[in-house]
Every structure is written in structure tokens, then in C-alpha cells.
């Protein structure tokens, strides 16, 4: 079983880690991270690897270019591995399960701000890994962008990732309302959308939202999908509706000029209170103003009581 790429901290220093269940021995996934010919199949350079702690290893990005050398800092033997890549630390550990074998690999990072440009890369790769081991052939696939909307929803997920490092630049990552070529933006850096039923005009809002208050929309987005499956959507006087069914909604959110504000029309019985209203006797308003302070566990409390109570009919 995969799971998706976690930000965490390994005796003080960013890192990403990953973790993959598999139904094969520890021995054979030995093989594939430490075998350069295997290697050569999944990891993002050809590897020469003398197996043991503080060997060598060498690194062959390009043809052509210079190698890089690495510092092997721990090998046990079918256990687990870790050595140096330049500025980061690669480490992988196997540990035997009764159904095979528990894969844990961390890469700690010597950039914290090349955290989701790492991790897309790496998930592009570890899903090459997934099909060595089973015998599959390898991927026909030869799109050297693919990594690039991994990045995109890591970034949102808050895994820092600053826009200009590694090849991204900010421009490619801004709405199109930011440059000049997307919806209007209204008072308050609120994009104008037209009305619509469904999917794709929420998304097109999402999409227009401006700089910070993008990556809050699309993790607002990202929380009531997850909370509330098979949601329904619309767009409404430029803000995006989500209801229990077309035509009763319990939550919106739209685009101020310090702040995104989410508000929840029978916000009145929500527990713990959203803290600010009322506009309207029973409609509550939450402001966040930046991604880092987005409480989620408390969104996610206030979204699931919302979308059980009665829905507003507009």
C-alpha cells in the first residue's frame, strides 16, 4: 500500500518520508535499491555503489557530466541503507512483515524549501519502483513533466516549495487572473466567475484565486472533498457553493484583500462557534489569513456538522 509523501522533521532537519507496503521478501527489495542495474530501472541517476559503511557511491545525472560521489553512512545487510547525495541524506529501511515487507525510505533534505520539489520527484520515481519488484515492465511513459502536478498538490498540501527553486518558476505556477490572461478579479482580489452548476466552475475560481489566497482556497477545497464525498457544487455570485444537493448549501468562501473568509450558513449552530458574524442570524464567518494558520482539524469538525444540517436554498 503507498502513501503519499510527509513533510517531517529528523533530529531537527527537514525531511520527506515515505512509506510502501509490499507483498515480497526483504530480500528482494534489497536488491532494488542497492543493485545498479535494478536501480537504474526507478532512481534518478546510475548509481556505482560499494556496499559498505563509509564506502563510496557515485552519481551519473547526465551523459557526459561530471559524477558526483556520495558517503555511504550506514549498511546492513538487507536492513537498511543510508548514504549522502551532495547537500541531502538518502536513507532506506526494510523491515520484514508478515506479508512481506514494510519499505521506509527519508530523504533529509539540506534545503527545507526544495521539500515538494523533492518529494514530486521521488514519487514519480518510487512509482517506477513499484512495478520492478512484481516483474512489470517499465513505464512507456516519457513525459519529463510528469512530476509536475505531484508538485503542484504537495505545495498546496502546505509541503514547502518555493516557486523558484529547481527549474519552477513563479510564473509558472501563477493563476491566470495573476497574469493578466484568467477571469476579472473584483474588490478584494475575488475572481468573477460566471454562474455554473458543478465541478469545473469551482475549479475555474479556485484557479483565478490570486497568490496566497489560491493555496488557501484549493486546501479548503482539498478538506470539504475529503469530508463530505460526493458533494455538490456550484458558482454564485462569484463565490463557490457546496451542498448535500443542487440546491441546498451549507458552506462558501470568497476572496477578501487580507483574507480568505469561509462561511457556513447555519454557522449559528456550529460547536465550536466560528468566531465571527452575524451578517445574517444564523450565517457564521471564519477569516484566514494565511495558509499556515488554517486550523484544519477544526475546518474539518465545522464542515462535517455543516453538511448534516438543514441546507440553504438559493
Not at 142 to 171: F, K, N, Q
Not at 246 to 259: G, I, M, V
Amino acid at each position: 500500500m503507498k502513501n503519499r509523501a510527509r513533510f517531517v522533521d529528523v533530529e531537527g532537519r527537514p525531511a520527506i518520508r515515505f512509506e510502501r507496503e509490499y507483498p515480497y521478501p526483504q530480500e528482494r527489495l534489497w536488491s532494488a535499491v542497492t543493485d545498479p542495474a535494478e536501480l537504474s530501472r526507478w532512481f534518478p541517476a546510475a548509481v556505482d555503489i560499494e556496499l559498505r559503511e563509509g564506502g563510496t557511491i557515485t552519481f551519473a545525472d547526465e551523459p557526459g557530466a561530471e559524477p558526483t560521489k556520495g558517503t555511504i553512512l550506514a549498511c546492513e545487510s538487507r536492513g537498511s541503507l543510508s548514504y549522502t547525495w551532495e547537500g541531502d541524506e538518502l536513507g532506506f529501511t526494510l523491515n520484514p512483515t508478515p506479508q512481506g515487507c514494510l519499505f521506509v525510505f527519508v530523504n533529509v533534505l539540506g534545503d527545507r524549501e526544495t521539500a515538494a520539489m523533492v518529494a514530486a520527484g521521488w514519487t514519480v520515481c518510487l512509482d517506477e519502483f513499484d512495478a520492478l519488484p512484481a516483474g512489470e515492465p517499465p513505464s512507456q511513459e516519457t513525459d519529463s513533466e510528469a512530476w509536475r502536478p505531484v508538485y503542484e498538490l504537495l505545495h498546496r498540501r502546505r509541503i514547502p516549495g518555493g516557486c523558484s527553486r529547481a527549474g519552477t518558476r513563479r510564473g509558472d505556477l501563477m493563476s491566470e487572473s495573476e497574469k493578466g490572461t484568467g477571469p476579472k478579479l473584483l474588490s478584494g482580489g475575488n475572481p468573477q466567475i460566471p454562474k455554473g452548476m458543478g465541478r469545473e466552475p469551482v475549479e475555474a475560481y479556485i484557479v483565478a484565486m490570486p497568490e496566497w489566497k489560491h493555496d488557501i482556497g484549493r486546501r479548503l477545497d482539498e478538506l470539504i472533498l475529503e469530508e463530505v464525498p460526493g458533494v455538490h457544487n456550484a458558482v454564485k455570485w462569484n463565490q463557490p457553493l457546496y451542498g448535500t444537493a443542487d440546491d441546498s448549501w451549507f458552506l462558501t468562501f470568497r476572496c477578501f484583500t487580507n483574507y480568505v473568509q469561509l462561511s457556513f450558513f447555519r454557522g449559528s449552530s456550529l460547536d465550536p462557534l466560528p468566531e465571527k458574524g452575524p451578517k445574517h442570524p444564523e450565517m457564521r464567518y471564519h477569516d484566514i489569513r494565511r495558509l499556515e494558520d488554517l486550523d484544519e482539524d477544526k475546518v474539518r469538525k465545522w464542515v462535517r456538522q455543516a453538511a448534516e444540517l438543514p441546507g440553504e436554498k438559493m
